[in-house]
């Protein structure tokens, strides 16, 4: 499929803020990270240099060699250790918020919001708990900021492809979804946080808003207990599990399963290193089946003919995965006045999801349902 088809096979804001965002004036871009604890994300300070519209005036990190070294690398900047001070003094248009580390991204978010910014981009997961997420949001809107998270392959343009073939029946009758995260060391719940809000992330593109989940949390191989809960890596707050099994039911009807288990995945991969991390449509027909963060990024296979790519198209690949894409949507939603393809709304979504499967366990594997009345973390409840 060529690019002129590919670009018509998208709707159209998105076509045209991904490869056409005109304006006369630079955007102002102000970069936090923190080295040693999440540092600057997958490529959040690198992504602006891409895109030409935008100029990198400003950068926060709290380690001073880290700070050194990335001025150093951006070529471009002027540095804090503080990044409150820098969004009080250089009052930027757009701030990328790098750490990967997530218990920092309230707090830089709220201070973004108070600075009057116009766009935030930041990287994933959101935020700790559906009350951070709530707050978040209640600041955005009040203040009219974008907030964009960096789910990559929520911008991907074989998505809105895959819906169409789903939609004109091309596997037959869709069946159910289900994904898996990467089940390295990690495996488990800090999986589900980590990796597993990229497949969830896709699940609602495909299938909608969940609507409810079903769930089990395991640590060594028993139902997890308060006992079991400790403060988890990535800045994550109370997290217990090497094991999880959810079932949601999703704004379309299509049940999603999520699992992972630690050290689960296969030790020689037919296909594709790790196998598991993807999500799978299942048709009667046929399926569609995502490799997340790989391209191609989408494979169909059917009854009546072999495992293929969806779409093959290096270029705007390498625009996904360096985050220019949703950089570009950034700008549009700013000058549009409208959410971003990935915004606040889709974060709290995959948020409220992954609390659900704690929300359900702690309920004894109840069903739950959205939006959860529980707002912050269920495993400080157990």
């Known amino acids: 499929m060529n690019r002129r088809r590919i670009l018509a096979s998208l709707p159209a804001a998105f076509a045209a803020s991904s490869f056409a965002v005109g304006t006369d004036q630079k955007l102002r871009v102000?970069?936090?990270?923190?080295?040693?604890?999440?540092?600057?994300?997958?490529?959040?300070?690198?992504?602006?240099?891409?895109?030409?519209?935008?100029?990198?005036?400003?950068?926060a990190d709290a380690d001073a060699?880290?700070?050194?070294?990335?001025?150093?690398?951006?070529?471009t900047g002027k540095g804090f250790a503080d990044y409150k001070t820098m969004l009080a003094e250089v009052k930027p248009d757009i701030v990328a918020i790098g750490p990967r580390q997530i218990d920092q991204h309230r707090d830089m978010m709220l201070a973004a919001i108070q600075n009057g910014v116009k766009g935030i981009y930041i990287e994933k997961p959101f935020v700790r708990s559906p009350a951070e997420a709530d707050e978040v949001i209640a600041a955005a809107e009040k203040s009219?900021?974008?907030?964009?998270?960096?789910?990559?392959?929520?911008?991907?343009?074989?998505?809105?492809?895959?819906?169409?073939?789903?939609?004109?029946?091309v596997i037959g009758r869709v069946l159910e979804m289900r994904g898996r995260g990467k089940e390295d060391p990690r495996g488990g719940s800090l999986d589900m946080w980590v990796l597993g809000?990229?497949?969830?992330?896709?699940?609602?593109?495909?299938?909608?808003?969940?609507?409810?989940?079903?769930?089990?949390?395991?640590?060594?191989?028993?139902?997890?207990?308060?006992?079991?809960?400790k403060d988890g890596d990535e800045g994550i707050g109370p997290?217990?599990?090497?094991?999880?099994?959810?079932?949601?039911?999703?704004?379309?009807g299509i049940p999603f399963f999520f699992d992972?288990?630690?050290?689960?995945?296969?030790?020689?991969?037919?296909?594709?290193?790790?196998?598991?991390?993807?999500?799978?449509v299942f048709g009667n027909e046929g399926v569609i089946d995502f490799r997340m963060d790989q391209e191609p990024f989408a494979w169909i296979q059917t009854?009546?003919?072999?495992?293929?790519?969806?779409?093959?198209?290096?270029?705007?690949?390498?625009?996904?995965?360096?985050?220019?894409?949703?950089?570009?949507?950034?700008?549009?939603?700013?000058?549009?006045?409208?959410?971003?393809?990935c915004d606040a709304a889709h974060g709290r979504q995959v948020t409220e999801m992954i609390a659900a499967v704690f929300e359900s366990h702690r309920l004894s594997s109840q069903r739950v349902t959205f939006p959860l009345q529980t707002r912050v973390n269920p495993l400080t409840m157990l």
């Open 30 to 59: 102000a970069v936090i990270g923190h080295t040693g604890r999440g540092n600057y994300g997958h490529g959040l300070d690198t992504m602006w240099k891409a895109i030409p519209t935008t100029e990198i005036v400003a950068v």
């Open 65 to 75: 060699k880290g700070l050194a070294d990335e001025l150093k690398k951006l070529g």
């Open 144 to 169: 009219g900021t974008k907030i964009a998270i960096a789910h990559r392959n929520r911008y991907h343009p074989v998505l809105p492809i895959v819906a169409k073939l789903i939609a004109d029946g």
């Open 197 to 229: 809000s990229h497949v969830m992330g896709v699940a609602i593109a495909l299938a909608g808003a969940p609507r409810a989940c079903t769930a089990g949390v395991y640590q060594s191989g028993k139902p997890v207990t308060k006992a079991d809960v």
């Open 239 to 252: 997290l217990a599990g090497d094991e999880v099994h959810a079932r949601f039911e999703m704004e379309n």
């Open 260 to 280: 992972s288990i630690k050290d689960g995945r296969l030790k020689k991969p037919a296909y594709d290193d790790p196998a598991s991390f993807g999500l799978q």
């Open 303 to 341: 009854g009546k003919e072999a495992r293929r790519p969806v779409l093959e198209d290096k270029v705007i690949a390498k625009k996904v995965s360096s985050h220019e894409i949703p950089g570009l949507d950034l700008i549009a939603a700013i000058q549009e006045n409208r959410a971003p393809l």
